[in-house]
């Protein structure tokens, strides 16, 4: 069965997310008020848009800590720009610290390639192999950078114990998993590579 991806749809760039979920045969659906926490789904994508703003709506709606108690719990979330932000001060369930508009504001937002964790083993072997992590879950080694799209992004400065760096920038990590937690500064949605969307699927138990 087609797992059910929800997407918070509060504010920000939710469209894009629901999108390429359903391109990749998830079916998504919109959390906008209390009542649709009480419907199934599978895992959370919290979207780029203002993190105040979708806190404060949060809040406001009644939403904030029964979505922050299912995330702690172990509910599948993928947090991207704002998103990230979300887990990591506001719910508090991602320990990274991280340091807003790092990379510029919108009118210095910009395109740029990263390097996937595993790339400079992938380089040493000269060949593609599969790893297991400690939950269980394998991922394939990838040697071809991962296309980054920065708006107004937050910059991870450091990682808590047990958070691992998935991508980075220059050294920088850019995109980190805790758990079942996948987190990045930059916006997924917006360009056509879906490793980061197939990792998070592969939480899904």
Same mark, same amino acid.
């Given at each position: 069965?087609?797992?059910?991806?929800?997407?918070?749809?509060?504010?920000?760039?939710?469209?894009?997310?629901?999108?390429?979920?359903?391109?990749?045969?998830?079916?998504?659906?919109?959390?906008?008020?209390?009542?649709?926490?009480?419907?199934?789904?599978?895992?959370?994508?919290?979207?780029?848009?203002?993190?105040?703003?979708?806190?404060?709506?949060?809040? #406001?709606?009644?939403?904030?800590?029964?979505?922050?108690?299912?995330?702690? +719990?172990?509910?599948?979330?993928?947090?991207?720009?704002?998103?990230?932000?979300?887990?990591? #001060?506001?719910?508090?369930?991602?320990?990274?610290?991280?340091?807003? *508009?790092?990379?510029?504001?919108?009118?210095?937002?910009?395109?740029? +390639?990263?390097?996937?964790?595993?790339?400079?083993?992938?380089?040493?072997?000269?060949?593609?192999?599969?790893?297991? #992590?400690?939950?269980?879950?394998?991922?394939?080694?990838?040697?071809?950078?991962?296309?980054?799209?920065?708006?107004?992004?937050?910059?991870?400065?450091?990682?808590?114990?047990?958070?691992?760096?998935?991508?980075?920038?220059?050294?920088?990590?850019?995109?980190?998993?805790?758990?079942?937690?996948?987190?990045?500064?930059?916006?997924?949605?917006?360009?056509?590579? *879906?490793?980061?969307?197939?990792?998070?699927?592969?939480?899904?138990?």
């Amino acid at each position: 069965m087609s797992p059910t991806i929800a997407v918070l749809a509060l504010q920000g760039a939710f469209i894009e997310h629901e999108q390429r979920l359903q391109s990749l045969g998830c079916a998504a659906i919109e959390l906008r008020q209390a009542a649709d926490l009480e419907r199934s789904f599978d895992g959370v994508v919290l979207p780029g848009g203002e993190s105040t703003v979708q806190a404060k709506l949060l809040h #406001d709606l009644g939403m904030f800590e029964p979505l922050r108690q299912r995330i702690a +719990e172990g509910l599948p979330a993928l947090g991207t720009c704002a998103g990230l932000i979300l887990l990591a #001060d506001h719910f508090r369930t991602l320990p990274v610290t991280v340091r807003r *508009n790092a990379y510029g504001r919108q009118l210095g937002s910009f395109h740029a +390639e990263g390097c996937w964790k595993e790339e400079q083993e992938v380089e040493k072997a000269r060949e593609p192999a599969d790893t297991t #992590d400690d939950s269980g879950t394998r991922t394939a080694l990838a040697p071809d950078p991962i296309p980054l799209t920065f708006i107004r992004a937050p910059r991870i400065e450091a990682l808590g114990p047990g958070v691992e760096p998935l991508v980075t920038l220059s050294g920088t990590p850019v995109a980190v998993r805790h758990r079942k937690q996948i987190a990045a500064a930059f916006h997924p949605e917006l360009d056509p590579d *879906n490793r980061l969307y197939e990792m998070f699927l592969g939480l899904i138990a």
